[in-house]
């Protein structure tokens, strides 16, 4: 695994490659890496001929109050997973080249849905995230770039921006990937002493309440609501930053569940860990 | 030349062009083509493989009350001359395939100078500019791009973009290309009757006069900004929409003229149409 600090270099090594006519998947990553980015490189390195990722906490996707300083960075042991997942390269650039004195460009979708959910919660978070997904797409110029639905809001920001500005990639989502107990995996999850990581099974517990009642033919959004609710509050250390029923595409609220594309989303904190997680309504025809 | 108005028609011959290792030089224009934009498309096809351009007059660059419904559009002229300068590919799209509706995503250069001149008074012009250069960018993967110098603000915004998103293409500023007497040359000229015209020439004759004082010394913005006030007053159906004396990176307003970077740049309403030009002034050791 080529370990790039250098976006000169990193460029050099692309213009390379797509010179050869390799096709290129990217997996944008914040580090701390869990079995979650890790099924998104596995997915990179079939469906390409280089499997490529970054490690960059993005300092403008965090607020003033959020955990941009104590967020995880454990990048030995991400090195190891990744060259375990026959990864071809790393970009691990510093925040300081990334976003040089006088940096002013910033790419925004400015559509109804980015506004809701962890839009409304954490203002200019997607605007840093769309800005510096677009900023890793010109880097790598990627064939196809993957990312989780447990951030299922910002796979919708980043199919919409690619949509809108005709970037040349595609955006492949993929499935959440849970721990046995059911417990979303996040980098932030590293946060939770164990004692508030068996609080944090409220969520998935929640929406597993949520999504039975639901496959039961529940439609009501105010009785899904309260259940989830219920369910959240019996964590003493619990404390409901979101509950959203919504449409799966426009994240409008709705008061009727529509069993064919409704998302069930959750942000909770546990203690002062934020933690979100969400389970899609569909109908499958088989 | 191919004419191409469908957008995956156009992705499908430039991932073909790509694939053969061809180096893609492309010129964005509104169309109403003149020499100016002609002199971009010349270089262009000097330093690439495919010299390609697009015609689209930008509906999001233009302000409610500017000139968007009337804008010059002269397509079978301009392709005329498109195929004398031996273009390869023309995109010439509709306004409601490149913005459809739910459209809401934009680039925005969110720096000093983008709200200086130019940017003043036309409020959201250049996040217009910056988002569809940036989409066409997408679309055709272009090696350099082509833009001309008459638009000096406009090169500035362009090049910050691709600095700051880190595209992948090489930003080419082009020379102010003059008529015979001096106007510099714009698609608004044609707005101009014979009489306005001949008024239309304070614009350069201003700038000749303050350049030839700069180049024999004065230092002084209040002298060269009366000077130039004075000269485009004579013509009695002008308005000055802005006289600018500025640093030509910061496009900050100068007090004393650094003769190693001053852009003098002026916005003249003549009659209802707005007309710039520029002047740059800069040390040149041989």
Known sequence: MKIIRDEKELQNEIFKLKAQGKKIGLVPTMGALHEGHLSLVKKAREENDVAAASIFVNPIQFGPNEDLAKYPRTFEADCEKLE????????????????PEG???????????????????????????STVVGMLFHLFQPDRAYFGLKDYQQVLVIKKMVKDLRFPVEVVPMPIIREEDGLAMSSRNKYLSPEDRLEALCLSRALKLAGDRVKNGERDRKTIYQLIEKEILKSKNAK???????????????????????????????????????????????
């Open 240 to 286: 409901i930053d979101y509950i959203s029923i919504a449409d799966a595409q426009t994240l409008e609220e709705r008061e009727i569940i529509d069993p064919s594309s409704t998302l069930i989303a959750l942000a909770v904190f546990i203690k002062q860990v934020r933690l979100i997680d969400n389970l899609l309504v569909k109908t499958v025809v088989s």
């Open 103 to 129: 940096y002013g460009t910033y790419i925004n979708v400015e559509n109804n849905f980015t506004d809701k959910l962890c839009g409304a919660k954490r203002p200019g978070h997607f605007k840093g995230v």
């Open 84 to 99: 375990k997942e026959k990864t071809d390269i790393l970009f691990f650039p510093e925040a300081s080249s990334i976003y």
